[in-house]
C-alpha cells in the first residue's frame, strides 16, 4: 500500500499551475452523456475520480479520449441505463449520473450512494425533485430503478437546502423536460455555474446559475461543445495552507480569484498576505498563524466544507484559540485524532464544534487519512511540522489533488510516496 512521507520543516517557494476543479469536471462529464455529440473538454484534472466517471462513460457506450489535460467524449453511441454496482461505489458523486441518464434514456439503473467517510449524505432532495419532474423510482435492496413513463416534465423546485449534487441532477434533467425548470434556493457553487456554461455551449438555455433561482429551457436539441474547466478553488485553499503551515511565497498560476473570496479574508485573518495579478496569486506567509476566533463552514458564497480540514491545520499552530464548526456534513473531524497525533490540542464537542488550542509547533507522526480533503489537510500540517509524518490511504488525497507530491516537492517541500515503509 502507497504511503507518502514528508519531512516537515522547509519553506516553500516558487510557482506552480492550479489544476482544473475536480467537483466541475464530474458533472459536465455526466452531462457529456446526454448530448449524444462531442465534447471537447480542456483542463481536466488527472484524478481517479475523474478515471471512474471516463469508466461509467465507457460502460455506457460513450467514446472517451483523454489528450494530457483534455478530454474527449463522444455520446452518439451511448446506449445503456444500467451503471454496475462496482462502478457506482468507486466515487460518490457517481450518483449525478441518475439525472444524465434519465435525460438520455429517460431510463436508469443505478445504485444508491450509500453514507461515506463525511456523513450520511442522503439523496432524499435529488429523488423527490426528480419524481416531480415525471421520474418514477423504485428501490430495493440499496437499487434504484427509474423511468418516465410520460417523459420528464419542467417543474418548479424548491429545494429545502441548497444541495450540489441535487442541484446538478434537477439541472441535467431537466436538459430533456418539456417546458421550463426553475429551481429555487439552488446551490450557488462557482461548479453549477461551470456546468450551467457548458450546458448553454450544448444548447440549454440556462439562467440564473450562480444565484439562488436557476432556470433551464431545452428543445432537446444539442450541439457538440467545446469547454474549459473552471479552476479548482478547493486546492488553490490548500496551497494558502500549505504556505500558512510552512511559511515561505508561492505563486499559484490559473487561479479564478472571485471564486476565493470565502476564504481569502480567512486565511488573512491568520497571517498570510496574498497580492493578485490577473489569474495569479502570490501567497507568502512567516511566523506563527493567528488564530481565528471563530469559523463557521456553509453553502457558497460562505467558507467551504471541502477547506476545513485544511484551515485547521493552520489553527492547530495558531498562537491562541479558534473554535471550528461544521455547518455542511455531520461527520467531517475525521482528521481531527490523526492532527492530534502530531501533536494538535483540539476537543470536538457535540460532533460539529472544534475547539483548537494551537500550539506553537506540531511534530511528525505516522498518521492516516481518512477522506479526501481530510488527507490533504494531514499533508500540510506535515509541511510546517518537526520530523517525519507518515500518512497512510493516501487514495484519498490521490480523489482530489494531481501529482500531490510532486507539486510540492516543485515548491521546496521534502515529501515522496512509496509504495512500502522499506524503501
Ligand atoms: C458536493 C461536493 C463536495 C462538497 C459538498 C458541499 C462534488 C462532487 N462534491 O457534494 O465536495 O463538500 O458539495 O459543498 O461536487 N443532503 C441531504 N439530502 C440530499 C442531498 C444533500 O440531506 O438529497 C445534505 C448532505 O447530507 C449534506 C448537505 O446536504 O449534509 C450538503 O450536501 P450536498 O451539497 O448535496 O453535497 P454533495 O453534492 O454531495
Same mark, same amino acid.
Given at each position: 500500500?502507497?504511503?507518502?512521507i ?6 516553500l517557494h ?6 482544473g476543479?475536480?467537483n466541475?469536471?464530474?458533472?459536465i ?7 449524444g ?11 481517479s475520480?475523474? +478515471?471512474?466517471a471516463? &469508466?461509467?462513460l465507457?460502460?455506457?457506450g460513450?467514446?472517451v479520449?483523454r489528450?494530457?489535460h483534455t478530454?474527449i ?7 445503456s441505463f444500467?451503471i454496475?454496482d ?5 466515487m460518490?458523486?457517481?450518483i449525478?449520473?441518475?439525472?444524465a441518464?434519465?435525460a438520455r434514456?429517460?431510463k436508469?439503473?443505478v445504485t444508491?450512494?450509500?453514507?461515506c467517510?463525511i ?7 435529488h429523488?423527490s425533485?426528480?419524481? =416531480?419532474?415525471g ?6 435492496g440499496?437499487q434504484l430503478?427509474c423511468?418516465?413513463? +410520460?417523459g420528464?416534465?419542467g417543474?418548479?423546485i424548491t429545494?429545502n437546502f441548497?444541495?450540489v ?7 441535467l434533467?431537466?436538459i ?5 425548470t426553475?429551481i429555487?434556493?439552488a ?6 455555474a461551470?456546468?450551467a456554461?457548458?450546458?448553454n455551449k450544448?444548447g440549454v438555455?440556462v439562467s440564473?446559475?450562480?444565484? =439562488?433561482v436557476?432556470?433551464i ?6 450541439c457538440?461543445?467545446e469547454?474549459?474547466?473552471? !479552476?479548482d478553488?478547493i486546492?488553490?485553499?490548500?496551497f494558502m495552507?500549505a504556505?500558512?503551515?510552512a511559511g ?7 487561479v479564478?480569484k472571485e471564486?476565493?473570496? !470565502?476564504?481569502i479574508?480567512v ?7 496574498f +497580492?493578485?495579478s ?8 512567516y511566523g506563527?498563524p ?6 463557521r ?11 476545513q480540514?485544511l ?10 484559540? =479558534?473554535?471550528? &464548526?461544521?455547518?455542511?456534513?455531520e &461527520?467531517?473531524?475525521r ?8 501533536g494538535?490540542?483540539i ?6 464544534v472544534?475547539?483548537?488550542e494551537?500550539?506553537?509547533n506540531l ?7 481518512c +477522506?479526501l480533503?481530510?488527507?490533504?489537510a494531514l499533508a ?12 497512510e ?11 500531490f507530491?510532486?507539486v510540492?516537492t ?5 515529501i515522496r ?6 524503501e
Open positions: 500500500m502507497e504511503h507518502i514528508i519531512n516537515g520543516g522547509n519553506e516558487g510557482s506552480v499551475k492550479l489544476q476543479s475536480k466541475s469536471i464530474l458533472p462529464l455526466a452531462a457529456s452523456a446526454v448530448t455529440k462531442v465534447s471537447v473538454l480542456h483542463n481536466c484534472p488527472r484524478l475520480d475523474v +478515471d471512474a471516463i &469508466n461509467i465507457c460502460h455506457i460513450c467514446k479520449r489528450h494530457g478530454v467524449v463522444d455520446s452518439s453511441g451511448a446506449d444500467d454496475p462496482d462502478m457506482m461505489r468507486e460518490r458523486s457517481s449525478i449520473f441518475l439525472g441518464l434519465l434514456f429517460g436508469a439503473r444508491a450512494p450509500g453514507g467517510e456523513g450520511l449524505r442522503p439523496i432524499d432532495l429523488l425533485a426528480l419524481r =416531480s419532474m421520474a418514477v423510482i423504485s428501490e430495493q440499496g430503478d423511468r418516465c413513463p +410520460d420528464l416534465t417543474r418548479h429545494l441548497p444541495s449534487g441535487a442541484t446538478e441532477n434537477v439541472m434533467a431537466a430533456s423536460a418539456k417546458g421550463e426553475v429555487t434556493n446551490a450557488r457553487e462557482p461548479e453549477i461551470d456546468l456554461d457548458y450546458l450544448c438555455t440564473g446559475a450562480g444565484q =439562488s436557476i432556470r429551457i431545452s428543445d432537446g436539441k444539442f457538440s461543445a469547454h474549459r474547466i473552471i !479552476p478553488r486546492v488553490a485553499s490548500t495552507a504556505v500558512a503551515c515561505g511565497s508561492i505563486c499559484v498560476a490559473g479564478e471564486h476565493l473570496a !470565502p476564504v479574508p486565511f488573512e485573518a491568520a497571517g498570510c498576505n +497580492d493578485f490577473g489569474d495569479e496569486m502570490t501567497a507568502e506567509f506563527r493567528r488564530r481565528v476566533r471563530r469559523l463552514t456553509m453553502p457558497y458564497p460562505g467558507f467551504p466544507t471541502d477547506s480540514a484551515f485547521m491545520a493552520v489553527a492547530a499552530k495558531a498562537n491562541g484559540t =479558534s473554535v471550528v &464548526n461544521e455547518k455542511i456534513f &461527520n467531517r473531524f482528521h481531527v485524532p490523526e492532527l492530534v497525533k502530531m494538535a490540542d476537543r470536538v464537542e457535540d460532533c460539529c472544534a475547539v483548537v494551537g500550539v506553537r511534530h511528525g507522526a505516522k498518521v492516516t487519512a +477522506d480533503r481530510g488527507g490533504s500540510v500540517a506535515a509541511m510546517g511540522a518537526q520530523g517525519q509524518t507518515v500518512i490511504n493516501i487514495y484519498h488525497i490521490d480523489r482530489g489533488c494531481e501529482a507530491e510532486d510540492f516543485s515548491l521546496g517541500a521534502d510516496r512509496v509504495q512500502s515503509l522499506q
